[in-house]
């Protein structure tokens, strides 16, 4: 299976918030939101839809408090970029869903944005994979059971 399929059951809505905008701002999201990602931008553009804008890192909820942690309170007035991991890893669309499982590993990662020639396609998390497994197993089952009942 392949990203793009994932993508197409899932939907390529990702949250995003511009570099500039404050650490405090990033928390307010997070608070107000079940999302544990933001999708960093530096084209002024932010919100539900951030695929719009440049992306420049991701943000997680780990970020900011590991940011709190080194900084102290301070760290609520810096800018998003202080806090956000830079080193983006990336897969495309066609990318087989394996090897998006092994970046998950190796890398130790939760979200990996989905890019096509610098596009911004979508967010994968580990759920989503999982997600789009279970269906396919749900699916295979319901045509054995189709098969063995005669109904095939």
Same mark, same amino acid.
């Given at each position: ?23 405090? /701002?990033?928390?307010?999201? #997070?608070?107000?939101?079940? &999302?544990?990602? %933001?999708? *960093?931008? @530096? =084209? +002024? ?53 394996? /090897?998006?499982?092994?970046? #998950?590993?190796?890398?130790? &990662?939760?979200? %990996?944005? *989905?890019? @096509? =020639? +610098? ?34």
């Amino acid at each position: 299976m392949k990203v793009w399929q994932v993508l197409k059951q899932k939907g390529p809505e990702v949250e995003a918030i511009d570099a500039s905008r404050s650490v405090a /701002e990033a928390i307010s999201r #997070f608070v107000g939101s079940k &999302i544990r990602s %933001l999708l *960093v931008t @530096d =084209d +002024g553009r932010d919100g539900r839809d951030g695929r719009d804008g440049r992306l420049v890192g991701v943000l997680t909820i780990r970020d900011v408090l590991g940011h709190l942690d080194q900084t102290g309170s301070t760290a609520l007035e810096d800018r998003v970029r202080a806090a956000m991991s830079g080193d983006i890893i990336s897969v495309s669309s066609d990318t087989e869903l394996e /090897e998006v499982e092994r970046l #998950f590993k190796e890398h130790r &990662i939760n979200h %990996l944005p *989905v890019l @096509d =020639d +610098g596009e911004l396609k979508g967010l994968l998390t580990p759920a989503d994979v999982l997600t789009s497994h279970l269906k396919d197993v749900q699916g295979t089952n319901e045509t054995l059971l189709d098969y063995i009942s005669g109904g095939y």
